[in-house]
Structures are given as structure tokens and as C-alpha cells.
């Protein structure tokens, strides 16, 4: 869509206005700063699904729209997880940060800060991973979304 | 070198660039170096309402009947405020309009200044788009734009803010002649496979039906749907929003469907096998219930410019995106170098069967009744006028007797707010009507509740000698919650009578216009007759009518077509 101030609200709007559900969001600027691109996930029937992408084609701003399930996709979210990690539990949490190929971006006697990126259920089953105590705090980004090999999304 | 200009100035320019001939407002702080100009100036009329309300529904009025952009200019906070019902109203008949507000300086902005509200914000879901102009330098192109978006596709509001410094600064003026975005390329011409699949399905149909809205009036294209209903010999109904786009007088015609359209129109509908819906979006008031519409298997083919009205409500067998104008000269352009015809035994049989249905005559009423029928009324305006007038309405009992009563030949001559449904809307829009149509003969059919609602328009006509003639149906109920509370519970008129009600014909004269108050049947006709002749003045006509009488045949909520209340 258009970089330009307002461009998020509409859409946030329409979804609210329609009665959509928005499940993640993630937006920036792209290569071009003219453009932004945003990734969106919602749940909806077939129907609603059709009915989404045609009132989202409608906002003047948005330049294209593209249903990744259509496809091949990636998805990668990211998340930053600060976990208390004291005495035997140290060691443990950065070997499960290891394994889900996290890393340990912040750290301090009592926390790691980690830093994950993968799909959503990824990003859950490392938090499951871990004793629900020992989550200080999480923050995730939305999902973004990209086809696979040959499929490009050009404008 | 050329002459920066302030963006005050740049604005009217623009507005003098787009043709505008006259716009609707009402000054305030924040517009006032626009309004400076605008004294300055004399190819842009303004006419100066006493609502902001008022303004939009007159701009409203004035792009209906004339196919051309409507313009508002109203101030910030409260101007904007007033005007967003009639932004909104404009909005679901997608109606072309652009509206000029003004916004408190930049530096003020988000400051909780004098007069301020979040425009662009307010005014977000009821509007094709909106702008706030932060710098004069993208002013001109802005409403360049808001021209284009207002104008092209589905056409609908686009509204324009502008803060007072930016009207204050000076630039150098260009206007585009054309202009291009890359995120709005709305579709025109049809998709050739399909208009072929639709042209295979009229031949194949044995019982079809035109089902026609407001599409058609927007597009220009009652001409063509007349044709190609004429030259299949097709039943046609018109939506509220399509009456005109198919000559209400021909034979062919089947009057309006929905909620209080015709018995023949909602049974043709629902028993039809190919249904041609052309601009047209299957509303929750046309179709009724939407399963019970299924119950009954037809073939639809639905030709709209916006892909978001296809398979909303109803699925269909061919959608056909593109401008109905195009789409039906492409079909009737097929359908004419076609050797087949559909089968025309069948036809007979199917036009047999609506001739049956058009026998149960359910718009029947009490033609000998010692109290004026509102219905009666509205024919003898249809014989006085002799179907020539321009009609705005307000909302309720009266819009439907005159949706069903004034038989609409022409497009572009029946003007009432049909999605939003504005109580207030019949007199400003009529305003707008006749500044765009100085030599037409307009009228407001509304009720006394609905004409309370922006009364204060009798002062703009007066400044404006605006001969107005406003058929006011006077049965002092809000006629159309009475006849719900009558219908759906138990007859409690919960705040629908209409208590301490003006004397309207002093009130009228107050204003300087004619009063009349009509009691009896036979002063009806002389009535209408003499207030016609009035050419210059406004006659405001209380019909004091029945109180009782109700709008039939009636689909209730949540039912099917077939299943009507009738008379």
C-alpha cells in the first residue's frame, strides 16, 4: 500500500467496521519508501475471505493485494522473550535456545533476553518448552508472510 | 514567472477548473480565507444553507439529477460534524460529491483546538476517501484527485481538509489535466467471456427477470437497459434506487420489488429462472430473507462496477465487473448479431403468469374515502405534473407511496435516500435538484415528521427563491414506526405520534412562501393544480391525511418475497 499517514487506519477500520477479525498485523516501509507492505492474518470462511480482499481492494491506498494460502508461502514472526535464569536453569534455557535456533541478544545475573523468529507454533512450542514461571515477558511481531521461489509479489 | 497563489485561492481555482458551478456551504473560522476568495470571485456560485446538513443533501440533490460532482464547503469541528450525516447519506447511494472542510492550523492540530475534530477520522467509514492537506504545495493535486476517485468506479464522497495556515500559504498553481494513481484503476469495460456466458443464459431462460437499481441511474444507461429489455420482451423491475432506469409506464415494467414493491415484482423474482441483475446489490430491503430467496433455483447473472457487491449477499452464476453502461451496449451488441431467440412459447406462458399476479392489483386502496388517501395524493401529483417533475422524498410511509405511486419514466428524476434512509434529507436535496434544474418543476413529498428534521431550509429557498412545491402527507405519526409498532408490537405507539405540530401554513408564510392546508379529497387536484401555477414561489401543502393507512404488500423482516402482507 501507499507509505502514507492513515493508510493502517483504514484498514484497521474496515476490518472493524465489517466485523473481520484481524489475528496479526505487521506493516513497514519496503525497498521503496513510497510502498509498505503489510502482512495480515485473518480467519474466515472462503466467502468472507472473497469478501476481505475485495473491500480491502477498495481503500484507495492499497496498491495489491495478494492471498498467500493461494500458494507456496513462508512465515516468520519474531519474538523477544526474557526468561529468569538463575543457578542449574542458566545453562538449560540456553541450550533450548540453541536447539530453536534463538539467540541470547541481552543477559544480566538473573535473565537472558532471547531472540526467536519462526512461525507462529514454533515460537509457542518454545514457550511451552519453558516453565510458565519463568517468563518474565514476551514480545511478538505479527506474522510476514512471503511466497516461495518464483511467486514475487510486484506492483 | 508564474504567480504563487494561497491555497484559499488555489482552492476556488480548482474548483473553477472542475466546472463547479455552485456549491453548498456555510462559512467559519477555519474556512475563512477560502470564503475571502470566494467573495472575490463570481464563476463559482455559493449558495449558504442554515445546516451543514442541509449543504451536503443539497450538493447530494444537485449531483442526482445532474450527473455532475456535487460540492460542500463546510468549517471545521461542528460544521464537519453536521455535515457527516449527509456525507454518509451520500456514501450508500454512492453518489459523486466532493466536500471542502476546514481544519485549524497545522500547529493546532491534535491539540484539542477551538472547533477541532479528527475529520479525516470522523468521516473515514462513510466516505469513498478522504485527505488532510498538511502542505499547500499537494493542494491542488489533492483535489484533482478527489474529483477523479469522487467521479470514477462506483462513484461515492470524497472529502478534503484543509487547515487554515494551508489555505494561508502560497504556492504556484498547476492544475493536472489528467491524472493517474496506481492504486485506483477502477474497471469500466466488461469481461467479453462473461458478457458471452450472460448472453447464452438470456437465451436459454424461460421465465427471466430484469431486476434493476441505482447502478443504472448512476452509469447514464437507462436507455440501453430500456433496450434491452424491449428487444427480449422481459419483464423488468426496478429497485428503489433504479426508478426511472426503465420507463415505469411501459408495459414490461413490473413496478418496484422489495419490502413494499409489488406483488407481481417480488413473485417474478422469486419464481424467475434467469434473473438479471444489473447495478444492483441483492439489499436486505430487495431480496428479503436470503434463504428463503434460495429456496427456488434461477440462474443469476450480476453486472456491477464494484466486485465487492458480487456474491455479498447471494451467490451468482456470472458476474459480470465492469460499468453498466458498457456491459449492456457490449450484451445487446451480442444478443442483436444472435440468430436465437429465447424461447418464446415459454415467454408467453411466463408473461400469463404475471399477468395473473398483476390482477391480485395490490396496490389497491380506498378510492371513496371521506379522508385523504396518501396514495391519492401522490397520483394526482403524478397526473398534475403529468410524470414530469422532479421528486426528492424524505424516509418513511410517504417515500414508499411515492416510490409506488409516481410512476418514474426518465432517470435522474427520483431523488431519496435510499441506503442510509435520512429523515431530513427531501428538502435540502430538493434545493439542490432545482439549482441544477432551474426550469424543472421540483417537489419534496415528505411528512411532518420527516420535514421537521431540517425545516430550516424554508429560509435558503426563501433567499434563493427556490419555487419548491412540498407535499407534505400529514397523518401526525411517524408513519412508517406506527405501522411497525401496529404490525410487530401489539399496537403500543411507543413516541411515534407527532404532538405540537406548527401550523405549517403560518409557518410557511412566515417565511414569505404560500401556505395551503388540503382536508378533503375533492380540493386535492385543484389544490396541486394551483400551486403549480405558482412558478415563482414556494408552496409548502399540508395534506392532512389518514392516519391509519398503511404500505402494502409488505415483506416483513426476516421473510421471503413471497411471503407479503397485502391490502
Known sequence: MENEAGALSRVAGLFSARGYNIESLSVAPTEDPTLSRMTLVTIGSDEVVEQVTKQLNKLIEVVKIIDLNDGNHIERELMLVKIRAVGPDREEIKRLAEIFRGSIIDVTDKSYTIELTGTSSKLDAFLEAIERSAVLETVRTGASGIGRGEWILKV | ???????????????????????????????????????????VRHILVRHEQAAV?????????????????????????????GIATAYMDSIPMVVISGQVPTSAIGLDAFQEVDTVGITRPCVKHNFLVKDVSELALTIKKAFYIASTGRPGPVLVDIPKDVSQQKTKFEYPDKISMRSYNPVTKGHTRQIKKAAELILSAKRPVVYAGGGVILSDAAPQLTELTQMLNFPCTNTLMGLGGYPATDKQSLGMLGMHGTYEANMAMQYCDVLIAVGARFDDRVIGNPKHFFNENRKIIHIDIDPSSISKRVKVDVPIVGDVLDVLKELIKLLKAEKEKPDQTALKEWWKQIELWRERDCLKFDRSSKIIKPQMVIEKLFNVTKGDAFITSDVGQHQMWAAQFYKF???????NSGGLGTMGFGMPAAMGVQLANPKGKVACITGEASIQMCIQELSTCKQYKLPLKIINLNNRYMGMVRQWQEFFHGNRYAESYMNALPDFVKLAESYGHVGMKIEKPEDVEDALKEAFKLKDQLVFMDFITDQTENVFPMVPGGKGLSEMILV
Not at chain 2, 475571502?36 to 464563476?43: A, H, Y
Not at chain 2, 443533501?57 to 450525516?85: C, F, I, Q
Not at chain 2, 419514466?409 to 431523488?415: A, E, T
Open chain 2, 1 to 43: 514567472m508564474s504567480v504563487e497563489l494561497t491555497g484559499a485561492e488555489i482552492t476556488i481555482r480548482c474548483l473553477q477548473e472542475e466546472g463547479v458551478q455552485c456549491i453548498f456551504g456555510y462559512p467559519g473560522g477555519a474556512v475563512l480565507f477560502i470564503y475571502d476568495e470566494l467573495f472575490k470571485q463570481d464563476k
Open chain 2, 57 to 85: 443533501h443539497a450538493a447530494d440533490g444537485y449531483a442526482r439529477s445532474s450527473n455532475k460532482v456535487g460540492v460542500a464547503l463546510v468549517t471545521s469541528g461542528p460544521g464537519v460534524t453536521n455535515a457527516v450525516t
Open chain 2, 409 to 415: 419514466d426518465k432517470p435522474r428524476r427520483w431523488i
